[in-house]
């Protein structure tokens, strides 16, 4: 039902993502708001490394609970606070995805809005 867009006429993506991703024949969809790295326990931890795994547990437990899958994220666009480091960002999203392609988009912002925040991330997924 979601199949990877990859046109030879244009350059291939810069990282582990999908240009585009179509969704044929979709009946549900889940839209999440920005998923911030706040703990189960409710502490934010320092380290991006570590921010960026609570960033990725708890979409993955927002996807099971709403019935979808990791294979089913259609989308996703990360919020980085600018000078974080990218590779531990996109590393734990690559963990996470394991092989599987979304549309990516990553957008350095000035800072978030709570102070301790570095990343956050929303996805779209589709079945």
Do not use: C
Not at 16 to 38: D, F, K, Q
């Amino acid at each position: 039902m979601n199949r990877e867009v990859a046109p030879t006429s244009i350059a291939p993506p810069a990282a582990a993502y999908a240009h585009a991703i179509v969704s044929e024949g979709t009946t549900t969809m889940l839209h999440t708001a920005g998923v911030v790295p706040i703990a189960p326990d409710g502490t934010v931890p320092e380290g991006l490394a570590d921010q960026a795994k609570v960033v990725w547990g708890n979409i993955t437990a927002i996807l099971a609970e709403s019935g979808f899958s990791i294979t089913d994220i259609v989308s996703m666009t990360t919020f980085v606070v600018a000078g974080a480091n990218l590779a531990l960002v996109m590393g734990a999203r690559d963990e996470v995805l394991q092989g599987h392609r979304a549309a990516s988009t990553l957008v350095y912002v000035p800072a978030l809005a709570r102070p301790q925040w570095l990343m956050e991330v929303a996805v779209v997924a589709a079945r």
